[in-house]
């Protein structure tokens, strides 16, 4: 009787302790996630990071459960993705110069009710994408790895991922509060048509980098050197066209890199995807683990209420709000497909593609009504990534996954509340200005969101990078990261590419010991790059709510 009650504690996931941790956890990843996505034009997924502090965590607290920590982590994790989903969208109004009225009610009902389309789309969908089509998530497969791996050495791991964000937030203090260091490192401004030539002086770039990998980060590199060096300077050098003209090359070409690429990704994914799904040597069926059942009745209630709330509460009206409600679902299908084919997931490419669809069936809606339908369904789908992602960690650690969705509900919601009051409140200290390609919040992707609503500054070089990322992606190219590094200042692209040669460096000077040691290296870098990539975000934002506070007692 005794062993047995042992076994039901050890299965025991959903847990008070794990609740009230993955939503604190949760509220302080959307705070760094957005910090993160609006600077650095990117979001990389937090699951390695709020794996490993949920264990250390639960450990501190006397419990050994990893399925009570698979869902303190789900619901860590959750709030992340939402976070990307807002930073990727709102931004485009301010870069627009449109939004001055925007409201935290409009873009709290907008995340709220991408959220919850998020949620019951992966409910339903966890049965087909997790136990019957087995895909890989490749993602949601590490962060099991991760809390099995952090189980056994957590010990050891704590020192790497805490030293290395106490050090990040130290040093972006000193730097930021105190003054002392540049935040460009070599500058120079004398190189006509490269006013952001340097490395910039953040040790959050340098993981980045580390952390997407040798390949991406040279190709983000190459097409900053083709972008600024080939294009803003190259062409005025050569008397082709004028800096401004190239200037505008510039910034279109990366914008058509990207959205191609995005497009070409999808593409490919999709057909490639019933081919992996054949060749793939999968699992015989676990009778243990379950499926969410989700009636398809409380599906039906729920998507009708999101879309009858949305179309009132942000003045789509009806018809609008079905259709955006129906393309979310499928938006979340897709994203959904992708995350478990590729682990990317390009949720603002399908913001994109909706807004588009309702500008031209609906032209009464307003501009800033417009862009939250791209908010509704970007958030929809990072959610619907991140859930899925979670799921597949769960289904491997065979967790119950009504637990994990329980927890991945509170994490999202208050990844929600906390994303949507902190963009404004950021809006209220910096400024319209402060987004944008010049600002001090680059937010590429609202600004493709924007581009493709409010004007493309040069149309043959948009439509060149449309054309070429397409073909590159279709044709399996690693080219993802090109479009990035073509549109981002030079000094973001240099220090990120500083990342991929010490990944570089470590795996050459480790590649002659044994596989257990370099395993456990790999492990030990990576959570010393988590903990950077978390220290100097989260000072960033707590510099924005310092000054918010002051702005506001003012």
Not at 122 to 128: I, S
Not at 137 to 154: K, L
Not at 315 to 341: K, Q
Not at 523 to 535: D, F, H, K, P, Y
Request: hydrophobic share 55%; with cysteine.
């Amino acid at each position: 009787m005794a062993e047995a009650t042992v076994r039901q504690r050890q299965k025991r996931a959903l847990t008070a302790r794990s609740i009230v941790l993955g939503a604190v956890g949760s509220a302080i990843l959307t705070a760094s996630s957005l910090f993160i996505a609006l600077r650095m034009g990117m979001l990389p997924w937090p699951i390695a990071f709020a794996a490993i502090v949920s264990v250390l965590f639960l450990r501190v607290l006397g419990s050994h459960n990893l399925h009570e920590a698979n869902v303190t982590h789900a619901a860590m994790s959750a709030g992340s993705m939402v976070a990307g989903g807002v930073a990727f969208t709102v931004p485009a109004l301010w870069i627009l110069g449109l939004g001055e009225d925007l409201s935290v009610s409009q873009v709290l009902f907008a995340t709220l009710g991408g959220t919850v389309l998020g949620l019951i789309a992966c409910a339903a969908l966890q049965p087909y994408f997790i136990r019957e089509k087995r895909l890989a998530f490749p993602i949601g497969t590490s962060a099991a790895d991760t809390i099995r791996a952090v189980g056994d050495t957590a010990a050891a791991d704590a020192p790497a991922l805490f030293g290395g964000m106490g050090f990040a937030a130290a040093y972006a203090a000193l730097r930021d509060v105190a003054g002392l260091f540049p935040q460009i490192l070599f500058a120079i401004t004398a190189i006509p048509g490269i006013a952001s030539f340097g490395i910039y002086n953040s040790p959050m770039t340098i993981a980045v980098g580390f952390m997407v990998g040798v390949v991406p980060a040279l190709v983000w590199f190459l097409g900053a050197l083709i972008g600024h060096f080939g294009i803003a300077f190259g062409l005025p050098a050569l008397g082709l066209v004028g800096l401004s003209e190239a200037a505008d090359m510039r910034v279109s070409l990366g914008l058509g890199l990207m959205l191609g690429c995005g497009a070409g990704m999808i593409v490919a994914s999709m057909r490639a995807a019933h081919a992996r799904e054949r060749k793939a040597n999968r699992p015989a069926e676990d009778e243990r683990s379950r499926r969410i059942s989700c009636p398809r009745a409380v599906i039906g209630i729920v998507s009708a209420a999101v879309a009858c709330f949305l179309s009132f509460a942000l003045g789509w009206g009806l018809l609008a709000g079905v259709l955006v409600t129906l393309c979310a679902w499928f938006c979340v299908y897709l994203a959904a497909w992708l995350v478990g084919s590729t682990g990317i997931d390009p949720m603002e490419i399908f913001g994109i593609l909706v807004l588009i669809l309702v500008q031209v069936l609906f032209r009464q809606i307003s501009t800033t009504s417009l862009f939250l339908v791209a908010t509704v369904v970007a958030v929809a789908c990072g959610v619907g990534g991140d859930v899925m992602n979670d799921l597949k960690a769960g289904d491997s650690l065979e967790t119950d996954p009504r637990d994990q969705f329980w927890g991945m509900v509170v994490g999202s919601v208050v990844g929600a509340v906390v994303a949507s009051f902190l963009i404004i409140g950021m809006h209220e200290v910096y400024g319209s200005q402060a987004f944008g390609p010049n600002g001090l919040f680059v937010s590429v992707q609202a600004t493709n969101v924007a581009a493709m609503a409010g004007g493309i500054p040069h149309i043959p070089a948009f439509v060149v990078g449309l054309a070429a990322g397409c073909a590159m992606a279709l044709a399996g190219l690693p080219v993802m990261t090109l479009g990035l590094g073509v549109y981002l200042p030079f000094y973001l692209s240099s220090g990120a590419v500083l990342g991929a040669a010490v990944s570089l460096f470590l795996k050459r000077r480790h590649k002659a010991d044994a596989a257990a040691a370099v395993a456990a290296k790999e492990a030990r870098t990576q959570a010393v790059a988590s903990g950077i990539l978390g220290g100097e975000s989260l000072v960033g934002v707590l510099i924005a709510l310092v000054a918010l506070a002051m702005t506001l007692a003012a």
